[in-house]
């Protein structure tokens, strides 16, 4: 498999190589309005189909064909202004561009622009944008946080109302929780493709921040593009695709745990024909031998005596993986604004240092995986008639998982054999043949198609109806490869999804009122066939076992956005909706210790939120922004992870399980809030705080036996259900050298204290857990290189996450970062 990947990133310089023959030459510079900086303006190179966009502090960079050139600067609230220059190869050139506001569009500017004084940023961002369509969103921008020794899954866990449930270090299985919803209810998307799809080696444990435009964190109803069985919500990544230039990016890093990461980044386009080329890679390695001394590390002696709080490095805990990902096609031709065909390949090893609990340590146990999938993505405005828009999505992906435990000693967490007593002796202790139960050695196979499709149509100027459908099959083939000759007994299992909805949108009251109306129908069946031996009168036959579900249901939708005054938004959403159980849920997943349970049900959801957006509000050189939500969810029959009763127990050490399943639980209730003002002062100061607080209680009154049910209005346990995040970033000018840039960042971050068994005995109690976390980067004044420091975890605090797992103690981590614009 790594050959391959040799082979990939050979062939992408070699591309890189060619390329760079071609005589080419930069501009920059900035677009002005008097003293307003814009952003949105679109440059535009005469007489080709190269073009770019201002950015936030109105600066473009645009690469094109050396010789006399024309640049076109247009937007439809200024006048169009074209500039002509010649270009030597090679040479970067600097056009500073002051536009004039076109009266026709907006015949009410009688401002006298030359009073005044303070320079602010017009127009709307793409984030902005996504912001106040009336879902309960918040985007993350990655462009600073790619520059830092930060994984995707640690930006996420600072954005207000997402705490992230990791198993320890890097590598480890992760889940992640949206104001109290969490499993099969929260989607995770790439480019609109669930991320399942892409195997356990491509995931947002590895994805660079490099490779990302940006994160769409929703919370409630999803809009038309990511339309799924999912109510709580989704996130959504979103691949860097713009292709205006020719451009390559590389960085490397190294720190404690002997981490390390490595990502690699390129754009092509060819300016005649429209064709475009997207490659990157990634490698990541970690020993993940952190020390933990908490009360879930324990001890066994020879006399069977449990002696918690334990200090011990982990061990058995080593990640590592590779990926890369190949995209070529066309964009902005007459057939297809986008059309790309691609390649995502990737692999990893993963040893499994413990069970869902890690109070029991194990030796020998791993996995490794690996998928290929290939891509299809396109869309088209003005598909076949004026206003129909026409975007396809699809994949199709081989995985496999091959899992191994075959060593039959159980071992303490001070890395020796645990010992008991046997006729006077101390001797080492045996297990049933591997570290969790039976000697193991299996492979699993899964083959996914995975496609979505969007037809919307502009019916009327501001209405939109769009028709949606997403279709999912998985076939699951469980190999036992320890015993070869059950092969032909080999489990296999099928799920398939179809999933039809509508939404209409539109803007009314002079565009301040914007709707949106959802309504689904979804439809899920599975079907597992197990095949056993059983001997009759001598005679052993194999005998197959079908277990079939079907499940169809509808369900619906709205949301709202009211721009009350200026950099006011109103925002309201409610769904009532299904969420019908996963692959792994029904099947199992043997890697993460998820046992099977074919008789899960469908859970139901009924949620509302309503909050606010003001902001970004100017006042001199300060800029504030402030958000507000509030949230009801209703849940019946939550699928969630089984965890452990008190009352079936008899002492701590029962709860120290090793494996789980996931159940319905019944009905719950979370009602909460959430919160987060944002500031900057003079472009250099930046800071935020959030915070979320709910309540996610249990409300069945009844038990089975029709008794007051006596965990009533009890906090679902294991999840955390109050968080807060403080950032805090200043930039230097001019440090060392001229044109140089320093940022120091500072980030605490709060997680409040829960049980994690039903009946909260106290030993149960995962404590308050406060972090500090420091950076520091420095850009060199080309721009193109920029290094940075990062102190994780200062105080080497005690942290805890899903089934109270320690998490690493202090870490320090170095990056080098390296951007190619000139190879052209």
């Given amino acids: 498999m790594t050959k391959k990947y040799i082979y990939y990133i050979a062939l992408l310089l070699v591309t890189f190589s060619i390329y760079s023959q071609e005589k080419k030459a930069t501009i920059y510079g900035k677009v002005t309005a008097e003293n307003s900086v814009l952003e949105g303006i679109v440059v535009t190179v005469k007489g080709t189909s190269i073009t770019t966009e201002t950015k936030s502090d109105g600066s473009f960079t645009i690469v094109v064909p050396a ?63 996504i912001e106040t369509t009336g879902f309960a969103v918040n985007v993350i921008e990655t462009k600073e946080a790619s520059l830092r020794n930060l994984t995707t899954n640690e930006l996420l866990d600072r954005s207000v109302g997402v705490r992230v449930r990791q198993n320890g270090g890097v590598g480890s299985n992760v ?22 799809t892409y195997g356990q080696s491509f995931n947002l444990n590895n994805i660079p921040l490099a490779m990302i435009e940006r994160i769409e964190v929703y919370k409630g109803v999803l809009p038309s593009h990511l339309t799924g069985d999912y109510v709580g ?58 020390e933990t001394w908490g009360r879930s590390t324990t001890y066994v002696n020879h006399l069977q005596q449990i002696i918690r709080p334990y200090r011990a490095k982990r061990f058995n805990n080593t990640y590592k993986s590779i990926g890369t990902r190949i995209e070529a096609g066309f964009t902005n031709t007459k057939w297809a604004d986008q059309f790309f065909i691609g390649y995502n390949g990737s692999s990893n090893y993963k040893e499994i240092p413990h069970g869902i609990t890690m109070s029991v340590p194990y030796v020998g146990r791993f996995n490794e995986t690996e998928a290929h999938v290939f891509l299809l993505n396109y869309a088209k405005k003005d598909f076949l008639a004026k206003g129909l828009a026409l975007t396809v ?83 699951r083939t469980d190999f036992d490869l320890l015993i070869p000759a ?97 692959e792994s849920q029904l099947f199992g997943a043997p890697e993460i210790n998820i046992l099977p349970n074919l008789e899960l049900e469908p859970e139901k959801n009924i949620n509302y939120n309503l909050g606010f957006r003001w902001g970004a509000l100017d006042v001199g050189n300060h800029n504030i922004s402030l958000y507000a939500n509030a949230f009801w969810r209703n849940g019946y029959k939550k699928i969630t992870q089984q965890v452990v009763d008190v009352s079936q127990i008899q002492e701590e050490s029962d709860a120290d399980i090793q494996t789980t399943k996931y159940v319905n639980l019944g009905q719950t209730q979370a009602r909460g809030f959430e919160a987060e003002i944002t500031y900057s002062y003079n472009s250099r100061l930046n800071a935020s705080l959030n915070f979320s607080k709910f309540n996610n209680v249990f409300k069945q009154e009844l038990d089975e036996s029709g008794a007051s049910h006596s965990f009533y209005g009890q ?18 000018n001019d440090v ?44 060199f004044p080309s721009g193109k290189l ?16 899903n089934f109270a797992i320690q998490k690493p103690g202090r870490g320090i981590y170095f990056k080098l970062n390296y951007i190619f614009t000139k190879f052209l």
């Fill in 175 to 196: 889940e992640y929780n949206l104001n109290g919803m969490s499993g099969s209810t929260i989607g995770l998307f790439l480019d609109g493709i669930e991320l399942s």
């Fill in 393 to 475: 999505n699809a994949v199709r992906s081989n995985r496999s998982t091959y899992l191994q435990d075959t060593i039959g000693y159980a071992y303490n967490w001070d890395g020796n054999v645990r010992e008991v007593i046997e006729f006077g002796e101390r001797v080492p202790l045996k297990t049933m043949g591997g570290q969790q139960g039976p000697k193991t050695i299996t492979n699993t196979d899964r083959k996914i198609t995975n496609a979505r499709s969007n037809l919307g149509y502009l019916i009327a100027d501001e209405h939109r109806i769009s028709l949606n459908h997403k279709y999912e099959a998985t076939d």
């Fill in 786 to 801: 920029v290094a940075s420091l990062d102190i994780k975890n200062v105080t080497n605090a005690e942290i805890y996450d």
């Fill in 715 to 732: 906090q679902v346990p294991n999840e955390p259900f109050l968080s807060a995040n403080a950032n805090l970033q200043y930039r230097f």
């Fill in 486 to 582: 059950y092969n032909d007994l080999a489990t296999k299992g099928t799920l398939v999804k179809n999933i039809l909805s509508i939404n209409y949108e539109a803007q009314t009251f002079d565009k301040k009122l914007r709707t949106n109306i959802l309504g689904k129908y979804t439809t899920n069946s599975s079907n597992q066939t197990r095949s056993e031996i059983v001997s009759t009168n001598g005679v052993n036959s194999i005998v197959k076992k079908d277990t079939l579900t079907y499940n169809s249901n509808f369900g619906y939708g709205a949301t709202l956005s009211y721009n009350v005054k200026p950099k006011l938004f109103i925002i309201a959403s409610t769904e009532n909706s299904y969420i019908m159980p996963s």
């Fill in 67 to 129: 010789g006399r050139t024309t640049i076109t600067f247009q937007h439809p609230q200024y006048l169009t202004q074209t500039k002509t220059i010649e270009l030597k190869p090679n040479v970067s050139n600097q056009i500073n561009i002051k536009l004039k506001p076109n009266q026709l569009v907006n015949p009410k500017i009688d401002v006298d622009i030359e009073t005044l004084n303070d320079v602010k940023i017009l127009g709307k961002s793409k984030k902005k944008k």
């Fill in 233 to 290: 919500g989704a996130i959504n990544v979103v691949l860097k695709k713009d292709v205006s230039q020719n451009s390559a990016t590389a960085a490397v890093s190294y720190g404690s745990f002997n981490t390390v990461q490595a990502d690699l980044g390129v754009t092509l386009r060819d300016k005649k024909s429209g064709l475009s080329f997207r490659g990157s890679g990634f490698y990541t390695y970690s020993d993940n031998n952190f």
């Fill in 736 to 779: 060392f050298q001229k044109k140089s840039i320093v940022n120091a960042y500072y980030n605490v971050g709060y997680v409040g204290e829960y049980y994690i068994v039903w009946g909260q005995p106290d030993w149960s109690l995962t404590p308050s857990q406060l972090t500090h976390d420091l950076g520091v980067n420095y850009r």
